[in-house]
């Protein structure tokens, strides 16, 4: 016989997360935030544990790290001198006295709660792609392939920089299709075209062009598509003209980094083949001046 459930973990839209002791009338809350770099996909989701009088304040009484994606706990912090393992303990430690808290916890957790959880992540995952903040304080992260860094033409998907991105999705008699965009990064380009993909049950079926602020398309036939993908997508052209421009500030970052650690290695190569020489001595180049009226001015 199952050991009953003396969890019950409890998720209302647009409303704080809530935890639920058995016998206890008062419940948990849960502040959710996701792992804040927006190029990775780590599933890594930071659960603040609350009480009901503290739930609206920055104040919590624990925290919990947790992988959504391999449903394991990470790490934990009781902040409010045990109270939750004291409590947790006083519910669970006589059954299962070889677990911490956080374990207890986790243990507790129902596949549905585990996919409410992974979709709280990936709500929060992408507002913080959305944030330019963040974007500058995790520059530099993203790393372009040596292909892309030697072709500036070659197109990207936003996917592959950010992979937790929103997919874009439309529905026609009854199959779904994926749309994958490749946009151009090159800072130059003042195109707006992108290579449109479009899948269904992961078999590419056709690609096409297509310019998001005059409408053209290169395949007529696919018109459906677009038409599609602009009514279950509120401000597409928008939406695809974000994801461009960003792709080309993230390339642009890349290309400077580049080109800034080129000129640092042949500054410091430029300085070991400079010999030491006094100010008054003759300058090294054989003009006949000294050092100082010389290049020691243009080297300064």
Not at 50 to 63: A, D, E, P, R, V
Not at 166 to 184: G, L, M, Q, S, W
């Amino acid at each position: 016989m199952d050991t009953p459930n003396l969890l019950k973990f409890d998720i209302e839209k647009d409303e704080t997360p809530r935890i639920h002791f058995e016998g206890q009338k008062e419940p948990y809350y849960f502040r959710l935030n996701a792992c804040d770099n927006p190029y990775c996909a780590c599933g890594e989701l930071n659960i603040n544990i609350l009480t009901q009088k503290n739930k609206n304040s920055s104040k919590s009484i624990g925290k919990i790290r947790v992988n959504v994606k391999t449903q394991k706990v990470c790490d934990s912090i009781d902040l409010e001198e045990n109270s939750i393992t004291s409590k947790w303990k006083q519910l669970f430690g006589a059954k299962q006295p070889q677990y911490k808290w956080d374990q207890l916890f986790a243990s507790k957790l129902t596949q549905a709660d585990w996919q409410l959880l992974y979709e709280f992540y990936l709500a929060d995952k992408r507002i913080i792609i959305k944030s330019s903040d963040l974007h500058k304080k995790y520059k530099g992260t993203y790393e372009f392939s040596e292909q892309h860094i030697a072709s500036p033409e070659l197109r990207i998907t936003f996917e592959e920089i950010f992979p937790e991105c929103e997919p874009f999705f439309i529905e026609k008699n009854d199959k779904v299709y994926y749309i994958i965009a490749e946009y151009c990064k090159d800072m130059d380009c003042k195109c707006n075209d992108i290579n449109v993909v479009l899948k269904n049950e992961d078999q590419e079926l056709r690609d096409f062009e297509y310019n998001y602020v005059t409408g053209e398309i290169s395949d007529t036939s696919y018109q459906w598509v677009i038409d599609e993908w602009e009514e279950e997508y509120e401000e597409l052209s928008d939406r695809l003209l974000f994801r461009n421009n960003v792709i080309k500030v993230e390339y642009g970052r890349s290309l400077l980094a580049l080109h800034t650690a080129e000129v640092a290695k042949y500054s410091n190569l430029v300085k070991q083949e400079i010999p030491k020489i006094g100010r008054n001595e003759p300058c090294f180049c054989g003009s006949g001046k000294k050092y100082k009226k010389c290049c020691m001015k243009k080297l300064n």
